[in-house]
């Protein structure tokens, strides 16, 4: 029997292209230009980020999956959920580590991955049918910043969990309207669980960033063709460099993709042009580096708690257990 289904909120479709997203044109417009990190990811660049994660120089995925592997016994006896919601969940990965838990099968009634491309969403929705036949799957395939609604009713006591430190992303105005939205997912007694990277030295984060094998710097020019596609753009993704370092004061790495000549791109859907100029950047993604202090702060002001703070023995990541208040 077939037992999952994919609802699909495309933030990339031929209706979003008869009317454009407002923040491409906005972004380009702005000084820095910029463009959103969820235009990294059609098929293609997820295909590329997990690639990504398996380079040497990025240890994000690694040790969170180190983590999840230790904990995963003791939080899901803990915390006992009938329901699992990923928000960007990939090729839902990571999650099975929790799924595949010795008993979860007595209280786990459905897992809910929540991704922005509507293929990577099918994609693991039928590979986790095939590993857990015992789970419902609903997929939702939308932006989290504007579709957590559309996330189904829950089917029982409710796990949210967001990995990746992709919370990071995002910035503090947006992280805050994030962590309230899923809140409201939230009733008592269900659980938030989140995954953050942490502050360390300088050269380990930036190489986190800067791949020897040029892996991030392709998955960075994706973007443009994202954009490409999304609004009847002409840009030349090989005529940009990808450029990434930590800014301290800020405590978060920054990407940019910066123009090897002056440039005039046509943005179709807008019926306009923009011109980048020789030397000129586009900030394309921050992803924000936390401590305990600055994590717990975050979260309260959401209207959460930390129940559980799990790290690995070099407290490079974090993966937090937090319960709504």
């Known amino acids: ?29 702005s000084t820095p230009k910029r463009l959103s990190p969820k235009y990294f990811y059609d098929s293609v660049g997820s295909a590329l980020f997990e690639r ?6 990025y240890y994000p995925t690694r040790t969170e ?71 419902e799957v609903h997929g939702v395939a939308g932006d989290f910043n504007q579709h957590l609604d559309k996330i189904p009713a829950p089917a029982g006591k ?28 939230l009733r008592p007694g269900d659980s938030f669980l989140l995954g953050v990277d942490l502050v360390k030295d300088r050269a380990t984060l930036e190489a986190a960033y800067n791949d020897a094998e040029g892996v991030t710097a392709e998955f960075n020019r994706n973007m443009l063709r994202v954009v490409n596609l999304t609004v009847n753009a002409n840009f030349v993704p090989e005529e940009f460099v990808h450029y990434s370092y930590f800014n301290e004061e800020e405590s978060r790495i920054e990407m940019h993709l910066v123009a090897k000549s002056d440039q005039t791109v046509t943005l179709g859907a807008y019926d306009t042009a923009i011109t980048v100029e020789a030397g000129e950047a586009i900030w394309t993604e921050s992803s924000h580096k936390f401590t305990r202090d600055s994590a717990t702060a975050m ?27």
């Open 52 to 57: 990504i994660t398996r380079l040497p120089e």
């Open 158 to 185: 409710r796990m949210v969990v967001f990995f990746g430190s992709t919370i990071g992303n995002l910035s503090p105005l947006e992280r805050h309207e994030f962590l309230s939205a899923v809140r409201e997912l």
């Open 299 to 325: 979260l309260s002001a959401a209207g959460f708690e930390i129940d559980q703070w799990y790290t690995d023995e070099n407290e490079m990541f974090a993966v937090i257990l937090a319960t709504p208040t």
């Open 1 to 29: 029997m077939n037992n999952y289904s994919v609802d699909a909120y495309p933030v990339r479709s031929q209706a979003v292209i008869e009317a454009p997203p407002k923040d491409i044109l906005e972004g380009l417009t």
């Open 65 to 135: 999956r180190k983590i999840l592997a230790q904990i995963g016994q003791e939080l899901m006896g803990r915390v006992r959920p009938e329901e699992v919601v990923e928000l960007g969940s990939g090729y839902a990965l990571k999650i099975r580590t929790l799924l595949g838990i010795h008993g979860a099968e007595d209280y786990l009634k459905r897992y809910v991955p929540f991704d922005v491309d509507d293929e990577t969403v099918e994609m693991a929705a039928e590979t986790i049918m095939k590993l857990f036949p015992f789970l």
